[in-house]
């Protein structure tokens, strides 16, 4: 495992090697550089604005900027200078990445390392959290210090409970105390063991103790005021060292020490009630519970008495999360996803405020608020569409002004894209699949085109309406690229949800090529011309329904795909999860009949592979056992494995390499005219 003092070396070192940065405000001359790039380039780049948050005196803007192949950079914007940027640090992605970056004070940050340690016997992923000023100095790990002594690896050094930590500059922050073990000669030996909550001063590290280590304890909840309201534990299964499914929860009543029962969850159902955030003014808790087989959105006082209200509840779809105000403050809406997504504010302000500026930016009605200014007076909002990757603005309450200050994708700026139509379609047993389709830009009337199944990952998730890059790659190649929200999909309640996507494989695999049929029979696509693609699940998917309807689909891609489900229970054995994922995947025999593995020699279309070497989530061995077992039943394979990379393949480089072997790969298969 890298040491602290290594990853802050190195975190170092990366923020002295970059000696000038672009200015990415600067949109014109970005977009007009893009003209020359090829379609694999422009949309296999990543997102440009990664991460970003305002601070609190409403004058700057920082934000994660993906630099070359996989590096992160960490740029501080002047919003009243023109947009002038500097940059504060940068990871260089081999193997540590940069998630985000958020304002404690105007000029201090803290922000979150990851990356994926192989260096022992089993992997471990990790995260740290670091404090830095953002002229990119006096840089700081918030975790417990390492020891020499240290009885375990401590993978995960913590999380920012509260922002307000109720002194100027401090956080509440939920810590990973490893106790030490062996160390002799001394009386001096750290015991502390588990998850507990500090208030920690970002800039000195002067920690003072609010919640002490619980070995149980999974994560804490405050009031966003500085108060720890709700605790989250996670029993062992007895002696096995194995995650319990189940999550329980207590909470305080306001001013009490003593931890009371509020409920628990249940990791494999989704039975009981989930916690999202407290509210101090109304002295109560926001739950997600089930309501006639659907999450919707309760009410839950903390004073005792447990009275419960329904806040909101959707007939057709799960409730998915509240929105909040800046920093977690306040609730001020909840959000779901029908045919497209919706927030629902409780709010006045915002409901007012949402509204004007739907007006404003009528072609862009996917609107996220995002952090705002400490008044309040200055809020980052995010506005996109189906065919608009989307836009960052701030809006200014005191001058009702709306400014654009930067582009999600400038790459794609000039670039036509699709508009993407909510459908739906029956399955074999007359049920309608709820999806999505995408037409080449310009020729949505367009007849008999080469079409691709693109089935989502998961399986328990779900596709959205608005912008996905690899959906609008494949349009603008000339395909029409067809979604489905299969039954095994989250989102529409336990009925859809079913057995999950792997166990019920046949109801799910059924009604991804119904799909296929149905744009066939539509007279949408040439049913000679089929293809599928998809990532993690739908990789899967791709290559099970090669298998089990053979000739259906003249070209099969997937990325990162599990291909054994026996396999992908053996892969986390070592991990204390691994009960969990076996209940999960199931046993019997649609582990074997439910496996693209075991069944290579069926599948006559082309296969061209795609994995990160680095994938903790589903292993590279899936696919290189996938395609030694095409080639030696004779059919026609291609692997291609990025070294370094991890299960989203967050490198610009390899996305654009990948996307440009696809697009030639269908291109002579599908023989597109």
Request: aromatic content about 8%; hydrophobic content about 40%.
């Amino acid at each position: 495992m890298m040491g602290d003092g290594a990853m802050k070396k190195t975190i170092l070192g990366a923020a002295a090697a970059i000696l000038c940065a672009v200015d990415p405000l600067h949109m014109a001359a970005i977009a007009a550089t893009a003209q020359t790039a090829s379609a694999a380039v422009q949309f296999g780049a990543r997102e440009n604005v990664e991460y970003i948050d305002i601070s609190p005196d409403g004058h700057h803007v920082v934000y994660l900027q993906a630099g070359p192949g996989r590096a992160t950079y960490v740029f501080l914007a002047d919003l009243d200078q023109g947009g002038e940027s500097r940059l504060v640090v940068r990871s260089d992605g081999n193997p540590e990445r940069l998630r985000w970056c958020n304002f404690v004070t105007n000029d201090r940050l803290i922000c979150q390392m990851s990356a994926v340690d192989f260096s022992g016997i089993v992997a471990l992923p990790f995260t740290r959290l670091i404090s830095i000023d953002t002229t990119g100095q006096n840089l700081k790990l918030l975790g417990q210090q390492s020891s020499f002594y240290d009885s375990r690896v401590r993978q995960f050094d913590g999380e920012i409970v509260d922002w307000s930590g109720g002194e100027d500059g401090t956080v509440l922050m939920s810590r990973s105390y490893v106790p030490e073990a062996g160390r002799t000669g001394s009386h001096i030996s750290r015991t502390s063991d588990g998850i507990g909550v500090d208030r920690i001063d970002v800039r000195t590290l002067r920690a003072t103790r609010v919640e002490a280590p619980n070995p149980t304890a999974s994560f804490y909840m405050s009031d966003g005021r500085g108060v720890v309201r709700v605790m989250a534990t996670r029993a062992m299964r007895g002696a096995t060292g194995q995650l319990g499914a189940t999550v329980d929860f207590r909470y305080r009543a306001d001013g009490s020490e003593r931890w009371q029962t509020l409920g628990s969850w249940d990791t494999r159902t989704g039975a009981g009630l989930y916690p999202l955030a407290v509210d101090r003014d109304l002295d109560a808790v926001y739950v997600l519970q089930k309501l006639n087989g659907r999450l919707a959105l309760y009410r839950v006082k903390l004073d005792g008495s447990m009275a419960s209200e329904l806040v909101y509840a959707n007939e057709h779809v799960d409730v998915d999360d509240v929105v909040r105000s800046s920093r977690g403050l306040r609730v001020i809406g909840v959000t779901f996803a029908e045919a497209e997504r919706r927030t629902v504010y409780f709010d006045q302000d915002y409901a007012a405020l949402a509204r004007n500026l739907g007006h404003a930016i009528p072609n862009l009605p996917l609107i996220d608020f995002g952090s705002a200014s400490a008044d309040g007076n200055r809020i980052l909002v995010h506005a996109g569409s189906d065919s608009d990757p989307g836009r960052y603005y701030v809006y200014d309450r005191a001058t009702r002004r709306l400014n654009e200050i930067m582009l999600a994708r400038p790459e794609l700026e000039n670039v036509a894209l699709s508009q993407v139509r909510s459908i739906s379609y029956p399955a074999a047993d007359g049920s309608q699949i709820p999806g999505y389709l995408t037409l080449p830009p310009g020729r949505e009337d367009a007849r008999g085109l080469p079409a691709v199944i693109l089935p989502h990952g998961g399986p328990s998730a779900r596709d959205e309406w608005g912008f996905d890059w690899l959906a609008q790659y494949l349009a603008h190649q000339g395909y029409a690229v067809l979604q489905a929200n299969y039954r095994g999909s989250a989102g529409y309640g336990d009925d859809w949800l079913r057995q999950n996507g792997f166990q019920g494989w046949r109801t799910s695999i059924g009604d991804i090529t119904a799909g296929a049929r149905w744009l066939a029979q539509q007279g949408i696509a040439d049913p000679n011309r089929l293809a599928i693609l998809g990532w993690s699940y739908g990789g899967y998917a791709a290559l099970q329904a090669g298998a089990t309807e053979p000739g259906l689909f003249k070209a099969i891609v997937a990325i990162a795909p599990v291909t054994d489900l026996q396999q992908a229970k053996d892969d986390v054995a070592d991990y204390t999860d691994a009960r969990n994922v076996a209940e999960f995947i199931g046993s019997g025999p649609h582990v074997a009949e439910g496996s693209p593995l075991r069944h290579a020699d069926a599948i006559v279309a082309p296969v061209l592979l795609f994995h990160g070497d680095h994938d903790l989530n589903v292993r590279v061995i899936h696919s290189q056992r996938m395609d030694a077992a095409l080639r030696a039943a004779g059919h026609q394979s291609e692997l291609t494995v990025f070294p370094g990379l991890e299960h989203d393949l967050a490198d610009s480089t390899a996305r654009a390499q990948m996307l440009g072997r696809i697009g030639a790969f269908l291109d002579a298969n599908l023989h597109r005219q």
